[in-house]
């Protein structure tokens, strides 16, 4: 609470130890060990940084009709599932309808502290992708363009360069010249939906890229057994890389390689859309038409339940999948979602639960081994916690 103390005592995530951490004006102020607690199963946690959310909840960063008060109740229903920090996803479009609804969030931000608290910045997801059916995705062929960046200069100096991140291609003949002036003034360049050679990946990797954008998707359906660019990108050990873990759009085998290779450079997304939060039942989507939720968490397209159109789960329900699935322990999952992806974008939340950091926490049980969420704090606000 501003200009107050606020005091919060439970079991650190990681070493499972007792632990009192002090907060003040929104920060961690000290963390201090405990001998016991009264409550020996209420663990603390860092806040979630997402790196890619399309929408939450009926909220669509994608529509033509996002609003001010959208992008509000988006972060408060985001902040029920963990996410402290996210970067709202704008995908492929023409200039003047990504420059819209860059400025809306970008005034969403200015109107409201919590807001601007929550949004430290846009992905741009294209329109510099791959222009083939398989990598390109849901993105519109229509507004596929090369890498141009004084498009993208124009869209971000529009909103004093909110835009921290962009998902492109680095199979277009300038790709590596973008990434260079992207790199330059600080943008985190990502490859994704691309069909990019082994070489064209090496030099965007040379030229600044540093990530890749959910890994295993936004690809051909068959691929030759090599070379390809799933191999290649795993290959770069300075790459980072994105992962949807929702159960659905990449098998166990798959995350457990990928999480083998990548280790600690191995982010959890969620790119969940709109449709994501909402009630099992039958929808209308933006992108897809016609589709179906089920009760287990899987959007697909009505009546062909084996093609996916979209991510329909949070953050949370990501490193609840991870852990379940055996690939690695709770607290490496959590890490995977809130001070890794920080830590790239350096943002001051990398430091996770150490004094001077943003007092951005997790409440949470254990439930046989899945993270049960009580309560997310924003910047030292406890509001109510219900245990």
């Known amino acids: ?24 004006d929104g920060f961690i102020e000290s963390m201090e060990p405990l001998a016991a607690l009264e ?26 009709e996002l609003t001010v008060d959208d992008v509000r109740k988006a972060c408060l229903f985001l902040l029920e599932e963990g996410a402290t920090s996210f970067f709202p996803t704008i995908i492929t ?32 997801e294209g329109p510099f992708l791959s222009g083939e059916d398989g990598p390109r995705g849901a ?40 990434i260079k002036k992207a790199a330059a003034h600080q943008v985190l360049v990502s490859i994704g939906h691309t069909a990019a050679d082994g070489e064209q990946i090496r030099e965007a990797v040379k030229a600044g890229a540093a990530l890749s954008t959910h890994l295993g998707n936004g690809a051909h359906v068959m691929l030759p057994r090599h070379p390809n660019y799933l191999w290649d990108q795993l290959a770069e050990d300075s790459l980072a890389a994105t992962v949807i873990c929702d159960g659905y759009h990449l098998p166990s085998s798959v995350l457990k390689v990928i999480e083998k290779v ?12 709109a449709l994501a939060g909402l009630p099992p039942g039958d929808y209308t989507a933006p992108v897809g038409g016609e589709v179906t ?39 490496k999952a959590i890490e995977k979602a809130s001070i890794l992806p920080a830590k ?29 969420l009580i309560k997310a704090i924003k910047m030292g606000d406890p509001g109510p916690i219900n245990q």
Not at 262 to 273: C, F, T
Request: net charge negative.
């Open 1 to 24: 609470m501003e200009d107050n103390y606020y005091t919060l005592e439970g079991m650190h995530y990681k070493d499972n130890k007792p632990v009192r951490i002090i907060i003040k």
């Open 39 to 64: 409550d020996s199963e209420l663990y603390i946690a860092p806040g979630f940084v997402d790196l890619q959310v399309n929408g939450y909840r009926g909220v669509d960063f994608n529509s033509i």
């Open 93 to 124: 479009n023409s200039f003047n309808q990504i420059a819209s609804l860059t400025s809306t969030i970008s005034l969403a931000r200015e109107q409201d502290e919590l807001v601007r608290s929550m949004i430290p910045g846009i992905h741009l």
């Open 139 to 178: 993105h519109s062929k229509q507004y596929i363009q090369p890498p141009d960046f004084e498009f993208f200069q124009a869209l971000n100096e529009s909103v004093n360069g909110l835009i921290k991140m962009i998902t492109l291609s680095p199979e277009w003949p300038d790709a590596a010249d973008f």
């Open 262 to 273: 990548k280790e600690d450079k191995m982010l959890i997304i969620s790119d969940s859309v």
């Open 293 to 331: 939720l089920t009760e287990q968490g899987k959007l697909h397209l009505k009546n062909e339940p084996k093609l996916l159109a979209g991510s329909a789960q949070s953050i949370l329900w990501g490193v609840n999948t991870l852990t379940s699935m055996g690939i690695t322990a709770l607290e």
């Open 344 to 372: 790239l974008l350096n943002l001051p939340q990398k430091d996770g639960l150490q004094a001077g950091a943003p007092a951005d926490l997790l409440l949470f049980r254990k439930e046989n081994g899945r993270m049960e």
